[in-house]
């Protein structure tokens, strides 16, 4: 069961447009929103993250929009640059899950044409 | 610091051969976890553990196994590898505390199997 669902699967930007990717989660114990930025051939890394008493969080042209009643939530990219192609997974978790794992979202890639 | 480094990046399996995937990470951290990626399902995870001599499963842990016997180190073994473990396989770990925290990746393993 999956229990983040991300859209859309891909997404095609010129530079210097506004990339949106939007996720939604069931599980109302999730407390810790992340995403991750992978580039071909390297491991994910943590891009920017945000916890549910807030509703925005904004770090450079990265911003995570926080919707706690609709469940959902979504990273903008302004100003896109073709630097920023790469595959961006969301994820969740909750301080009362064992190890703190994640459950990521199916990711979305992202292509930003010069 | 060299971070997660995971052993080897390639692998070519022939359906019954058995294997061991190594994954390193020298930031101390308490908690570990193997993690799959497959085309459109994001990243599931197999396996993880909260500190040396645990383990426990994760969403996909059939036909996997895996051993935390120091701190620093997490195994994942194929005993019998199946065409439908054909997959590029990600190291990942964190500390431990209140809450989650940033999961630093490895660069991935990308495993064959015919």
């Known amino acids: 069961q999956q229990q983040v669902k991300q859209s859309p699967q891909s997404l095609i930007v010129q530079k210097g447009g506004i990339s949106i990717i939007n996720c939604a989660y069931e599980n109302t114990a999730f407390d810790y929103f992340p995403w991750y930025q992978q580039f071909p051939g390297k491991g994910p890394a943590l891009l920017i993250a945000?916890?549910?008493?807030?509703s925005e969080k904004k770090e450079g042209r990265f911003t995570i929009s926080f919707n706690k009643s609709a469940k959902q939530f979504s990273l903008h990219i302004m100003d896109s640059q073709p630097g920023d192609s790469a595959t961006y997974f969301c994820a969740a978790s909750s301080k009362e899950t064992s190890g703190s794992r994640l459950t990521f979202g199916e990711g979305t890639q992202l292509t930003v044409n010069p | 610091n060299a971070g997660v480094t995971q052993t080897p990046k390639f692998r070519v399996l022939k359906t019954g051969q058995s294997m061991t995937l190594l994954c390193a990470q020298d930031m101390n951290h308490e908690y570990m976890y193997w993690y799959r990626q497959d085309p459109g399902m994001g990243l599931r995870l197999i396996h993880y553990?909260?500190?040396?001599?645990?383990?426990a499963k994760g969403e996909v842990p059939d036909g996997y196994n895996v051993s935390r016997l120091k701190k620093q180190n997490f195994l994942l073994g194929l005993e019998s590898a199946a065409p439908s473990q054909t997959s590029v396989y990600f190291c990942?770990?964190?500390?431990?505390?209140?809450?989650?925290?940033?999961?630093?990746f490895g660069p991935g393993t990308r495993l064959t199997v015919t």
């Open positions: 945000i916890r549910p008493d807030v």
């Open positions: 990942a770990s964190s500390y431990r505390g209140q809450g989650a925290y940033e999961q630093y």
């Open positions: 553990s909260v500190g040396e001599g645990t383990t």
